[in-house]
């Protein structure tokens, strides 16, 4: 995949297929990570002179203009994070935006209204991608987050247009590649969140090449032997074990876990054996003996990928077995984290700065693990003018 460093991009009308799918709240946004990880290729190109044309989706409008998904809050973030004026347009194709490219100098930047406000971005519809086409002399595509989607805006328009990388999805890529390939070992894999059978494909992948997987969450509840998880969950657990076998993967599940019991009597907390769980009880984080044995097992290990928290963090005290894990997995010398409930965590747990890499992916960091090809990555190898 040819980088934006390869094109040249002064004086050219250059559209850049950013993920500004960030968490809105009361009408501005709650949380700038993904704005701010599309910075260097923004300014990069509008210091070289380039006219810089952004495209984004934000949220699932399903096609319809839906008045609280409109892009404003963003151009205001924008604006303010770069140091410069962000024009924004309540469109994304035809005369009148057109007329507003025209009307942009070298430096200057446009973005676009919520491209899925269109039911044509999402059924990536040739005739939509012409016109967003239309717009610009060159694409750049910097929206890893939703690379695995093939739309309108991350794939169509390469078709039509000499395409290239941003750096964002190319440190991704590069990133996300070494665990693939050759990940300093031992390398370990804690895996978090609800659902096991959604990651299968993930934990197959990462167990050919892992020393140990670790599991918390409510997927781990799967795991156990008189577990009342649905069948579909027992079943993938089941796949897991067996492949851990198969791989000669350390394969750890809780020993504990914490909770609450809700009764006439009120709240009561627990912390128990995975063996002897209160009836009733909902588990709400891995227990301290658990926690114990992750960290040690992390501790130990030269490169670690961690998605998915491993319980209720937002709600303390169960929080405390996603901090020890956060706090292990960043003293890693590399550590590498994704999805957006799992930068959350770390950042709740103050050590989002010592880890190596935040992935701003969550489906796309995921499948991309899985070994699938992301199609606006092909896209983008095969785009007019690529090598
Ligand atoms: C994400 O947040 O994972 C990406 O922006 C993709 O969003 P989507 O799941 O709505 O396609």
Redesign the pocket.
């Known amino acids: 995949v040819r980088s934006v460093r390869e094109l040249s991009v002064t004086g050219k009308r250059v559209l850049v297929r950013v993920?500004f799918?960030v968490p809105l709240a009361g009408g501005t946004v709650a949380d700038d990570t993904r704005i701010r990880a599309a910075l260097p290729t923004i300014s990069y190109l509008c210091e070289r002179g380039a006219v810089v044309i952004l495209a984004s989706?934000l949220g699932?409008p399903k096609g319809r203009r839906v008045e609280e998904l409109r892009l404003d809050p963003v151009a205001a973030t924008l604006e303010r994070l770069l140091g410069r004026p962000v024009r924004k347009v309540n469109d994304c194709v035809g005369a009148h935006v057109e007329a507003q490219v025209a009307a942009l100098g070298p430096g200057e930047i446009l973005l676009l209204e919520n491209v899925r406000f269109y039911p044509e971005e999402e059924a990536n519809d040739p005739s939509f991608a012409r016109a967003l086409a239309r717009l610009a002399d060159l694409f750049v595509n910097d929206a890893f987050?939703?690379a695995h989607?093939a739309n309108a805006s991350t794939v169509g328009v390469a078709a039509f247009l000499p395409a290239a990388a941003g750096f964002l999805l190319e440190r991704e890529l590069a990133v996300l590649e070494g665990l693939l390939g050759a990940p300093a070992r031992p390398f370990v894999v804690v895996a978090g969140g609800a659902k096991v059978a959604d990651k299968i494909g993930v934990l197959s992948s990462l167990m050919a090449r892992a020393d140990a997987l670790l599991i918390g969450g409510k997927m781990a509840a799967a795991f156990w032997s008189d577990s009342a998880a649905p069948a579909a969950e027992r079943q993938a657990a089941q796949e897991i074990l067996a492949r851990a076998a198969a791989c000669g993967v350390r394969l750890l599940t809780p020993v504990d876990a914490a909770g609450v019991l809700n009764s006439g009597e009120g709240r009561r907390f627990w912390t128990a054996g995975s063996d002897a769980l209160p009836a009733g009880g909902e588990v709400l984080d891995i227990g301290p003996e658990t926690a114990a044995r992750f960290s040690r097992e992390i501790g130990a290990a030269a490169t670690v990928f961690w998605n998915g928290p491993v319980g209720k963090f937002e709600e303390p005290p169960f929080d405390a077995g996603t901090k020890t894990v956060a706090r292990a997995v960043a003293a890693a010398p590399a550590s590498v984290v994704g999805g957006?409930d799992t930068a959350a965590a770390a950042r709740a747990a103050g050590v989002a700065a010592a880890l190596s890499h935040i992935s701003t992916?969550?489906?796309?960091t995921l499948k991309f693990l899985a070994g699938e090809v992301l199609p606006a990555v092909a896209a983008l190898a095969s785009s007019a003018g690529a090598r």
Do not use: T
């Open positions: 993920d799918n989706h699932r987050g939703v989607r957006g992916g969550g489906g796309a």
